[in-house]
Each structure stands twice: as structure tokens, then as C-alpha cells.
T-cell receptor, first 116, second 113 residues
Framework: DAGITQSPRYKITETGRQVTLMCHQT?????MFWYRQDLGHGLRLIYY???????DKGEVPDGYVVSRSKTENFPLTLESATRSQTSVYFC???????????????FGQGTRLTVV | GENVEQHPSTLSVQEGDSAVIKCTYS??????FPWYKQELGKRPQLIID?????GEKKDQRIAVTLNKTAKHFSLHITETQPEDSAVYFC????????????FGTGTQLKVEL
């Protein structure tokens, strides 16, 4: 699934620093999502976007900021990293389904973030 | 918002046996129910999905059933093989309502030789 890529794959940062995780998809999917994965919690939605310049909060948005100036990119920024934000972050994208009825979400490889 | 509960959290079966994972959801408006498989260190990947206008769907050794009235859906894997060992996640969403997936907490399936 080379169509959606995340960078970096691994990141160690210090408490209080700003860090940005990148996500890029080549399918021109309308929807993009950021999830965090923690043991015992599964995948929890942080933010999502229905189209360029349209973003909305998910289940756990506090401490995160997103933007979507272009359809293909959806960066996630931790403005002031905290240890509780140590996690594996997955970006995903899906088509709207309005024409194809296919709303399968495709995931990037993940970014393992450690805040020390 | 939607809430998805998944059971069991761990499941160990002998090779060749069947495995069943169950999920319940809370929002009766949800109409799309995918199942994802995640191998260690890898990304989640879709293995099967079902929409609310269908009660059952099968793909080789994998099947999913949906009971809309009970807000309950299940994954069935028959003739399990060692390569089926992974974490499985159920999810629910409303297509056209943001396509946001709400995931269960996952089931660690171990297929023993």
C-alpha cells in the first residue's frame, strides 16, 4: 500500500517540544484520519478531515493540531509534547463512497513516537 | 458518539479449529462494519467488511455476521492456520456521516500448532 505514507517512522522527542508527523496519500481520497494506538485502547480517533480545509475533532483531540491545505497531505502536530502522548500514530485515508460505495480505510505504516 | 465493545481480548485456538470474535455497537445509525487484521509491528489491514443491508458475508475461511436488531456483529475464522495469529479489530462507522471508524479494543488471536 505505497499509496499512503507516514514520516518519520520513529521519533523520540522531549517533553514540551513541538513535533509534526507527516502523512501523504496519492489516491486523492476525500477523507483522512489520525488515530493513536495504545495497549488496551485499540485505535482512537484524534482528528479527521473530509476534504481540504475541512477538519474536525475526534475522540481524543486535546494537545493536537491538524491542517489540510492540500488533499494529499494531513500533518499532525503536537504543540507541546507530553509523556502521555507516547504512542503509535496511524494515518488513514478513505474515499467518500458517494460514487464507488467503497469506504475502505487504508492505513499508513505508523509512526512510533516516544516522549521523554 | 459510537461505542464499540469487543470480546474476547485474547483467544487461543488449535490449528484447524474455528475462532469467533464478537463486537457490539451502540449507535443504531452505524451502517458499515469492517474487520481489520494487524500483525506485529505492521499497519491494520482490512480483511472483510459488511454493510447494514446484509446479514452475512463470506470470503473463503472468513465470514462476518451482523444482527442489526441486537447491534451485534461477529467474525468467524474457520480452519485456522498459524498465519492467522494477529490482533483483530472490529469497527463501526456511518458512511456519509464522516466515515469515522470507531474501533473495538482488539482481540489477540493465537493459533497453536
Amino acid at each position: 500500500d505505497a499509496g499512503i505514507t507516514q514520516s518519520p517512522r520513529y521519533k523520540i522527542t522531549e517533553t514540551g517540544r513541538q513535533v509534526t508527523l507527516m502523512c501523504h496519500q496519492t489516491w486523492s481520497h476525500s477523507y483522512m484520519f489520525w488515530y493513536r494506538q495504545d495497549l488496551g485502547h485499540g485505535l482512537r480517533l484524534i482528528y479527521y478531515s473530509a476534504a481540504a480545509d475541512i477538519t474536525d475533532k475526534g475522540e481524543v483531540p486535546d494537545g493536537y493540531v491538524v491542517s489540510r491545505s492540500k488533499t494529499e497531505n494531513f500533518p499532525l502536530t503536537l504543540e507541546s509534547a507530553t509523556r502521555s502522548q507516547t504512542s503509535v500514530y496511524f494515518c488513514a485515508s478513505s474515499d467518500s463512497g458517494r460514487i464507488s460505495l467503497n469506504t475502505e480505510a487504508f492505513f499508513g505504516q505508523g509512526t512510533r513516537l516516544t516522549v521523554v | 458518539g459510537e461505542n464499540v465493545e469487543q470480546h474476547p481480548s485474547t483467544l487461543s485456538v488449535q490449528e484447524g479449529d474455528s475462532a469467533v470474535i464478537k463486537c457490539t455497537y451502540s449507535d443504531s445509525a452505524s451502517n458499515y462494519f469492517p474487520w481489520y487484521k494487524q500483525e506485529l509491528g505492521k499497519r491494520p489491514q482490512l480483511i472483510i467488511d459488511i454493510r447494514s443491508n446484509v446479514g452475512e458475508k463470506k470470503d473463503q475461511r472468513i465470514a462476518v455476521t451482523l444482527n442489526k436488531t441486537a447491534k451485534h456483529f461477529s467474525l468467524h475464522i474457520t480452519e485456522t492456520q498459524p498465519e492467522d495469529s494477529a490482533v483483530y479489530f472490529c469497527a463501526a462507522s456511518l458512511t456519509g456521516g464522516g466515515n469515522k471508524l470507531t474501533f473495538g479494543t482488539g482481540t489477540q488471536l493465537k493459533v497453536e500448532l
